[in-house]
């Protein structure tokens, strides 16, 4: 089974900035699709960010457009959620889940692994 693990959650301000990441197996990774995704206490799972196997193809939701940017580091496998402005209703629990196609990423009942999460917790 493989696993995703994702770090660089914790308690901030509204207004501060955080980064998270993901990193997975080398085997996993390549050409792999990525999806952020967050689920707020008492709240459904949602999309935040997807990026592409190569980088060059970007989305978001249209909560975080324009605050936050997904980014990915193919050399070293990682998957990188940096968010800016961040709001108290950006607190969630923020995973990272990947997909062999592009089709699947948009579902996230789809995507074939996923992480435990790491919480975000934005205070006002």
């Known amino acids: 089974q493989v696993q995703l693990a994702e770090s660089g959650g914790g308690l901030v301000q509204a207004g501060d900035s955080l980064a998270l990441s993901c990193g997975a197996p080398a085997t996993t990774f390549t050409n792999y699709i990525f999806v952020w995704a967050r689920q707020a206490p008492g709240k459904e799972r949602e999309f935040v960010a997807r990026i592409s196997g190569s980088g060059a193809l970007k989305s978001y939701a249209d909560s975080v457009r324009g605050r936050f940017s997904v980014s990915r580091d193919n050399a070293n496998n990682m998957v990188y959620l940096h968010m800016n402005n961040l709001k108290p209703e950006d607190t969630a629990v923020y995973y990272c889940?990947?997909?062999?196609?592009?089709?699947?990423?948009?579902?996230?009942?789809?995507?074939?692994?996923w992480g435990k999460g790491t919480l975000v917790i934005v205070s006002s």
């Open positions: 889940a990947a997909a062999d196609k592009l089709e699947k990423s948009y579902f996230l009942e789809a995507m074939d692994y």
